[in-house]
């Protein structure tokens, strides 16, 4: 066999069995966070739900909605995860966390013109149960896959949660541009029956991962809330025994701020630069689409060079593409912006996962996935508040996107000071 054809070979079989049914888990939720929370949702509350805010106080609301349902999460994420390792049932709990979740998206075609309290309650609701899933998600990957397969399994994850929920995406577009063709009244109808097909793809491509028994881990005893409560308590007092593994996640609470940021921004961004919505929408196809193959340039990247190196890349475009931001005023620049960030996104968030993975003590994974799900969204926290803010007293969407570069710099400088362990 020549090595080309062992190297394709050994790559198929990174995919099968336990980790395939885990990257269709990305497959199924990502179509959440690319229809749901960056796209539609933020056009819904612009053009139905608010109720004569000027463009400034939208993009104060949507910005401080995206802060609690963070702050939500980042204060419940380290149990969640010690209950999950306590009581060894990772899938159980993901299941808990993706019905309501998907049951609160398909409520968000509900709301009517106007109604933007009840319309971002049931988001925060939503998003709430889409990011507590990902604790449990992301952690499984220390049971589907070997450490030295880590970056790989976890880029075809992500990319293929970039292609499936571009796919739907698509369909949903079309509809959306051009309602009437399909039986729809508006443009806002379209966004609505948008919601009732996320919450169903969300469920449905979710059942492989969650009827997969696992290994044996997954079958532990049933899980006490206080012995949760010990168990992180002991982990809190001995942390500095992983003095690696903090410092990465101050790192990762730093840059990740600034990424997440321009995902839950930049709809709303284009908009107040009077963008047409259907221009946003396929601006935002354009990076899925790019990003399925650059995140799995990234995972062979990671694997040959590690994923460090591999960050500072993806983390040095974003630095570019938040700078370009500020100077943005054409369609075309936002295109440009939207192919930049579909070729780094997958990279920093699926190698920041795999390198996390490294670093984790045995035995503890979930419950230190909770916490790298509470620095992500405590970082989510900071990130929209402020550039929500700047928008609302500088009257200027545009000087806030500048902040989010002191945070990506931040977050590389400390990058550089982590030694891996292995």
Known sequence: ?????ARRSATLRVLSGDAWRWAMYDWANSAFALIVMTSFVPLLLREHWSAGETSTEITFIWGSANSIAALLLALGAPLLGALADQGGRLRRMLAVCVVPGAICTVLLALPGAGQWTTGLSLFVLAWLGYSAANVFYDALLTEVAEPKQYDLVSAYGFALGYIGSAMLFTLCALVTVDPA????????QAMQVSMLVVGAWWVLFSIPLLRERGRAKSAGRPA????AWRQLGSTLREARRYPQLWLFLLAYFLYIDGVYT????????????NLPPSHLVFAILVTNYLGFPATLAFGFAGRRFGPRRCIYVALAVYCLVTFLASMASQVWHFYLLAAMIGLAQGGVQSLSRSMFARLAPPGKS??????YNMFGRF???LGPILTGYAALVLDSQRLGVLAILVLLIAGFALLTRVRETS
């Open 1 to 5: 066999m020549s090595v080309a054809r």
């Open 181 to 188: 063709r399909f039986g729809l009244d508006s443009q806002v």
């Open 224 to 227: 006490r809330l206080g012995a």
């Open 262 to 273: 321009i995902i839950k921004m930049a709809v709303d961004f284009g908009a107040a630069i």
């Open 366 to 371: 979930t419950e230190m996935f909770g916490f």
């Open 379 to 381: 970082a989510a926290i």
